[in-house]
């Protein structure tokens, strides 16, 4: 019996605006980089490039799943796509990864033969990638409306950005004191930053693939909650998980304690859920109370 269930959907249209920017943003400068980079011969801005490049496809791949997310439910996907947004953000944390890995083993090469690198170039271009960066972030992170797909792309732009700002570093120790190892030392830091950031993103993919409980959530004031609500004599089979970022969902069985309707109490349940935890949807089953803790003139009238 479903003592609460509410269809929770929001608009995604200004997050897949959000989207549509800062790709445009990010693959418009990336052909700058791809050709500045080769003409310094600089690992730093070819590997800021290769994470543009990235970023350029996984904000493709946003996009896509934004799109699939917003289809209603069919009979055969009884919560709808939201799903598709964890998945994107999941391909995303693992291929920036595996990014930042090869521009570590590029750059553990050249710290051996450094080539020579043109620090002027670097210096210019990375500093007009940061302010390209800092604006698509700012187009991502604007606004309340927001989800795992745009925080995602959020964490790309933002280790492209961090990318820059090593790129000028390097830029800078080229020019000034000559110092050549500059360049693959400032690709192996930030690719370091960048790993980080990956392994999070997997890793609250993931939590939610593996339906744990929801952050922000906590199950024992929750089960308190149902617990405390008026019919309830004891609580059972409690699971709580996310079907998508935002959409917390509760499963939980309830005995009766004899004293009120089953429907009565299911839906009581449901409205302190809401009121309290903010979970719109969930599916609570009531079930008979014991014998020992029906009131003996009940069991007299059946």
């Known amino acids: 019996m479903a003592g609460h269930a509410h269809e929770h959907h929001e608009g995604h249209g200004t ?26 011969h600089s690992l730093a801005l070819l590997s800021d490039a290769g994470h543009m490049l990235t970023d350029a496809g996984a904000l493709a791949l946003a996009l896509v799943a934004q799109r699939i997310a917003d289809r209603p439910r069919t009979r055969l996907y009884t919560f709808g796509f939201r799903r598709a947004e964890i998945l994107a953000a999941l391909v ?5 990864g595996v990014s930042a890995v090869w521009v570590i083993v590029e750059a553990v090469r050249r710290l051996r033969e ?31 409306e927001s989800n795992a797909n745009v ?40 690719s370091l930053l960048i ?24 199950l024992k ?38 004293q009120n309707h089953g429907v009565d109490v299911a839906r009581a349940v449901g409205v302190r859920l809401h009121e309290r935890h903010s979970i719109e949807h969930a599916t609570v089953q009531p079930e008979a109370p014991c014998p020992d803790v029906v009131p003996a003139e009940r069991l007299r009238r059946r």
């Open 114 to 144: 450094p080539p020579q690198v043109h620090g002027g170039w670097m210096l210019a271009v990375a500093t007009t990638g940061l302010a390209v960066n800092l604006l698509a972030a700012w187009t991502l992170s604007r606004g309340k």
């Open 151 to 190: 925080r995602a792309a959020l964490a790309h732009v933002l280790a492209d950005a961090a990318g820059s700002v090593a790129a000028m570093a390097a830029g800078v120790l080229v020019v000034g004191p000559g110092w050549l190892r500059a360049d693959p030392v400032a690709s192996i830091a930030i």
């Open 221 to 258: 004031e929750l089960e308190t909650t149902i617990a405390e609500t008026p019919g309830v004599a004891s609580v059972h089979d409690l699971h709580v998980w996310s079907i998508s970022e935002g959409f917390p969902v509760v499963s939980v069985h309830v005995v009766l304690d004899g």
């Open 15 to 40: 997050p897949a605006r959000k989207l549509w920017i800062a790709l445009l943003l990010t693959s418009g400068f990336m052909v700058v980089e791809v050709v500045s980079g080769v003409l310094a």
């Open 92 to 96: 995303n944390g693992a291929v920036l």
């Open 195 to 218: 790993l980080w950031g990956a392994w999070r993103l997997v890793r609250g993919s993931m939590r939610t693939l593996m339906e744990t409980t929801p952050r922000g959530i906590n």
